[in-house]
């Protein structure tokens, strides 16, 4: 597979104020439990929209290819075959849903892409409507030394995995999408499917679980595709797996939680670089004032911020987005 960098040169992480700060002053970014991202179907959708979609018509033919055996004609009984396969595999849906997805807590950092020289210098509308009439923040990070920073920090963590994303909208009518790498992880899933459908032992079970790592949280729902979004995806144990007796010992990232509109929402510091024992200032590139009223007097309030957490180089790399947004 392709390295993000190659793709993507830079990274866009709208944020507020707030947001802001706390970058600089954690000098990390936030990956957020998926069950409270914006996308209220994160995970479930995929399982619910996407998946069949994939599955169903490689389930058909493999019982196509046994519907004449005694042991398939004896369980169909007298229901038509269509829909003694539809049933079927509705169930396996529901049952597969309810396992595998229990198999791995997905944590997200959410960044935005554009290949437009516009709004690589002005960000995206949606993005800042999405902040409303308080403004936003975007922190354009490098690509490159984001992923190598990533990297060397998931070493040392036994049976994690963390995955670069770039997020999928719908399916072609091949069951492909726009992107070679997710191409690749469906013709994996499918290969697999086929594989434990027609033998279903635990060997290719276990293969055919292992493509759940990733593809859940590749997809959204097709109303989000303004977007763009590209992100970093964290992999722990989930909780049908991490009280097992021999993953007791597993060291994983520390899970902390903030309180967000009432709620306890869990996360990860991710992208964290420590040199002597003194962690290091993010790969940031430049950061993009968002459209409101006080937008300059914004942007020289980003710029003490810079200098105050000694990012004075950044301070020339701060600019305000020329989009005339109300945010009302």
């Not at 963390?162 to 492909?176: A, C, H, I, P, T």
């Not at 992100?231 to 902390?256: A, C, D, T």
């Not at 929402?265 to 290091?280: D, F, I, K, S, T």
Request: glycine share 6%; charged share 30%; aromatic share 10%.
């Amino acid at each position: 597979m392709s390295s993000i960098a190659d793709s993507h040169d830079e990274l866009y992480h709208y944020t507020t104020a707030a947001g802001l700060s706390g970058i600089l002053e954690s000098k990390s970014l936030w990956a957020t439990h998926a069950a409270f991202v914006n996308d209220e179907e994160e995970i479930s959708g995929f399982y619910d929209r996407v998946l069949p979609k994939i599955l169903r018509p490689i389930y058909r033919q493999c019982c196509e290819d046994i519907k004449t055996s005694s042991v398939f004609q004896k369980r169909q009984g007298s229901t038509p075959f269509d829909i003694y396969v539809e049933k079927q595999f509705e169930e396996m849906s529901r049952n597969l849903k309810e396992i595998v997805s229990g198999f791995h807590d997905h944590y997200i950092t959410s960044f935005s892409t554009t290949a437009d020289a516009w709004e690589r210098e002005h960000g995206l509308l949606s993005q800042w409507r999405a902040y409303g009439p308080d403004g936003g923040y975007a922190v354009v990070l490098d690509t490159g030394s984001l992923d190598k920073i990533v990297s060397e920090e998931i070493n040392p963590y036994q049976e994690e995995q963390f995955s670069w994303v770039d997020v999928q909208y719908k399916l072609k009518e091949n069951r492909r999408t726009s992107d070679p790498d997710t191409d690749e992880w469906i013709e994996r899933l499918e290969t697999e499917a086929d594989k434990y459908f027609r033998s279903k032992p635990d060997s290719d079970a276990a293969k055919f679980a292992a493509q759940f790592i990733i593809l859940p949280s590749t997809f959204k729902h097709r109303g989000f595709d303004e977007e763009r979004e590209v992100r970093l995806v964290l992999n722990l144990l989930g909780p049908k797996i991490e009280s097992h007796p021999n993953l007791q010992s597993v060291r994983q990232h520390p899970i902390k939680t903030t309180v967000r509109d009432g709620t306890t929402v869990p996360y990860v510091e991710l992208c964290v670089r420590v040199e002597n024992g003194v962690r290091q200032h993010l790969p940031i590139k430049r950061i993009i004032v968002g459209p409101h009223r006080d937008k300059n007097d914004r942007k020289r309030a980003v710029q003490l911020l810079l200098k105050q957490h000694g990012l004075n180089h950044l301070i020339d790399k701060v600019s305000v987005s020329d989009i005339p947004y109300r945010g009302r």
